[in-house]
């Protein structure tokens, strides 16, 4: 069987646009069901073709690589809105949305995804002063301080 990483390289290798990236694989090595998830995702999204391209890709170079022994699901996807951030090109896909961030202290802050820098990203947090006027804050998150980052779906 194969590792997380070299299942990696490969789906790297065999995406065809540089603006799509793999965000993460998932091995699930269960008695009688092995699982492949591949989780893509690109900087301006990335179609269902998208998907199924890379994943008919993956499934021809597996079956000729004869490295498993039993049978497996190769499934690829896009990671859902309840996955939470995992990549700095995802902070900046996602400039602009409302976020909720969880630091390494458990403290939960939401607010929208304002800048990525290289190791920080900034929120803006609206926010009601004594008089009940609204205010906007800034709050700088080093990525070294963050635990997850979720973002947050708005029906407006």
């Given at each position: 069987m194969?590792?997380?990483?070299s299942?990696?390289k490969?789906a790297e290798s065999?995406?065809?646009?540089p603006s799509?990236?793999v965000v993460d694989?998932?091995l699930?090595t ?14 301006q999204g990335?179609s ?5 391209e890379?994943?008919r890709a993956?499934s ?9 022994e039993?049978?497996?699901?190769l499934e ?10 995992k990549?700095?090109r995802?902070?900046v896909k996602?400039r602009g949305r409302?976020v909720?961030v969880m630091t ?6 939401a607010?929208?995804?304002?800048e990525?820098?290289?190791d ?12 009940k006027?609204?205010?906007e ?11 997850k980052t979720?973002v947050?779906?708005?029906f407006k």
């Amino acid at each position: 069987m194969q590792s997380r990483e070299s299942l990696t390289k490969m789906a790297e290798s065999l995406l065809k646009d540089p603006s799509h990236f793999v965000v993460d694989v998932v091995l699930s090595t269960k008695p009688g069901s092995k699982r492949v998830l591949v989780l893509v995702d690109g900087d301006q999204g990335i179609s269902i073709d998208d998907c199924a391209e890379l994943s008919r890709a993956m499934s021809t170079q597996l079956d000729e690589d004869d490295t498993w022994e039993d049978a497996y699901t190769l499934e690829v996807s896009t990671p859902g809105l309840d996955q939470p951030l995992k990549l700095k090109r995802q902070y900046v896909k996602n400039r602009g949305r409302e976020v909720k961030v969880m630091t390494k202290d458990k403290q939960w802050i939401a607010g929208k995804l304002a800048e990525v820098s290289e190791d920080s990203i900034t929120l803006l947090r609206s926010m009601t002063n004594e008089k009940k006027q609204k205010e906007e804050q800034t709050v700088t998150i080093n990525f070294d301080q963050l635990e997850k980052t979720l973002v947050q779906v708005s029906f407006k």
